[in-house]
């Protein structure tokens, strides 16, 4: 059975930062595939400053076509909005009954898990691969040595999408933290520059 992680996100846009993990989640750790699931629309997020889905979406794929074992999804797209994590795991089960699913979270994440929607139902349900970011406050204690979470020593990646908008914005070139695909579509499209 392959094992899939699931890693989401706005990708908004998607940069090396987000690549460079998910590479490593593939080839450091026991997970056979990475899907990066491309959320609509996070509950905790306002939507005004988002891309449209599709765009999100082809920028995923350009920054991912040369790497077999990861892989774009638009899966997230044809679910009931807001998006919550568990319905969404519920339905890729359905849809992918020979695959096990596990989720990729940063450990910023990880101590705001006890907030998520069903997040006992996840856990007991589901390993989670967390890779170290830089946050304040603590990993709560339930989390601590949970035998489903796996602290994977990925690279510390503290590049955000933000940064990179109001960067492009303020005309600075940031080419060096995109893929060149990435780069190319957002400059072509006129993306982020007012």
């Not at 998607?14 to 450091?28: C, D, K, Q, S």
């Not at 892989?71 to 849809?95: A, G």
């Not at 967390?130 to 990646?157: C, L, T």
């Not at 955000?160 to 072509?188: C, G, H, Q």
């Amino acid at each position: 059975m392959k094992k899939i992680g699931l890693y989401f996100g706005t990708f908004n846009p998607i940069h090396i930062g987000h690549l460079t993990i998910a590479n490593h989640m593939v080839e450091f750790s026991d997970l056979d595939e990475v899907w990066m699931i491309v959320t609509p629309h996070n509950p905790f997020k306002k939507k005004n400053t988002l891309l449209d889905n599709h765009h999100r979406l082809e920028m995923v794929y350009r920054a991912t076509e040369a790497y077999p074992n990861i892989k774009p999804s638009d899966i997230e797209f044809k679910l009931p909005q807001p998006n919550y994590t568990v319905e969404t795991l519920i339905h890729l089960e359905e849809r992918f009954p020979n695959k096990e699913f596990s989720l990729i979270m940063g450990a910023d994440n990880l101590k705001g898990l006890h907030k998520w929607k069903n997040y006992e139902v996840i856990l007991e349900n589901y390993a989670i691969y967390v890779y170290p970011r830089i946050s304040e406050g603590k990993v709560p204690e339930q989390f601590v040595g949970h035998p489903k979470i796996n602290q994977v020593d990925a690279p510390i990646m503290e590049i955000s999408s933000t940064f990179i908008r109001k960067a492009i914005k303020s005309k600075k070139n940031i080419t060096p933290l995109l893929p060149v695909k990435v780069w190319e579509y957002i400059d072509l499209m006129n993306f982020y520059k007012n």
